[in-house]
């Protein structure tokens, strides 16, 4: 009997009985808390300003400071590097936008699996072995300076025409290999469940496995972006006025290379804020695939 009541009497007080309180927490601790950014702001302050003073206490500093920094020759130099640039940043994006265009419609062609796609492939394939062997900058020589020189009638004559070609043409094949693999990336099931609903392989292609290749990979195609805007530089050499040949041109009647940090200075502001842009998307990007998986 006295056994049998203990389960009964156990159930009745557990439950009014309460759970015991949390232990009491540690007050917050602003020491604590602000250690952390405080050591590295430390830490920054020193490196660099032992680098800055490392730098002003060399012997040639004050003639390197007349010849890179002076404020008079950049101030001067401003206006036409500036007007370059532009010229820069125009190119830059219709550069970019063909390249977008030609580089997945490269992807999808060497994708596709039918047996007949096969010479299409394999044309592909040449295409993307040959100039992504190539440099940019032989790209760019090649076809700014010898092409207008053939004189082919009804073809443009613009060095700064079939530079943007070259450029074109070597940046397209790396952005198919990006989308290539984003198209790889796409689970196999996909395919199968289109093929089941009828779906032609162009069909599937165009409407369930592209949408998501191209998620895959927008934070590769991102540092591509920022790659071609500093390349389209390299049209320099062949004529074309942009800022780094305006500066050239200042440089070369002055004897100053203030003007060159000028075209720096406009590139970097050009780049960083895409740089951040594309290590946001990248973060974003993987929380979302943590949050999938999760």
């Known amino acids: 009997m006295t056994n049998s009541r203990l389960p009964e009497q156990g159930s009745a007080g557990g439950a009014n009985r309460r759970p015991p309180p949390p232990p009491p927490g540690r007050s917050f601790d602003w020491r604590e808390a602000m250690a952390p950014s405080l050591i590295s702001i430390v830490s920054i302050v020193v490196v660099f300003g032992a680098l800055a003073w490392l730098i002003t206490s060399a012997e040639q500093w004050p003639r390197i400071k007349l010849q890179f920094f002076s404020v008079d020759a950049m101030v001067a130099a401003f206006p036409r590097v500036l007007q370059g640039f532009w010229i ?64 082919l009638p009804g073809m443009p004559s613009s060095s700064l025409f079939w530079g943007s070609v070259a450029m074109v043409l070597s940046y397209s094949a790396y952005v198919c290999e990006i989308y290539r693999s984003g198209i790889d990336a796409v689970h196999e099931g996909q395919w199968a469940a289109a093929k089941s609903l009828g779906l032609t392989e162009w069909q ?91």
């Open 204 to 294: 599937t292609m165009i409407y369930a496995i592209l949408p998501q290749a191209v998620r895959n990979v927008l934070p590769a195609m991102m540092n591509i972006v920022v790659a071609l805007q500093k390349d389209v530089a390299l049209l320099s050499i062949i004529g074309v006025r942009d800022a780094v040949r305006e500066a050239q041109i200042y440089t070369a009647s002055t004897f100053n290379y203030s003007s060159l940090i000028v075209a720096a200075g406009l590139f970097l502001l050009a780049t960083i804020p895409m740089a951040r842009l594309a290590d946001y998307i990248t973060h974003r990007d993987r929380v979302r695939r943590l949050q999938i998986g999760g």
């Open 88 to 151: 820069n940043m125009r190119i830059w994006l219709i550069v970019l936008a063909c390249i977008l265009v030609l580089g997945i419609a490269l992807a999808v062609i060497r994708s596709l699996r039918a047996p007949w796609f096969a010479p299409f492939r394999l044309m592909v394939i040449l295409y993307i072995d040959l100039f992504r062997g190539l440099p940019v900058l032989l790209l760019v020589l090649l076809f700014g300076f010898g092409i207008p020189a053939l004189n």
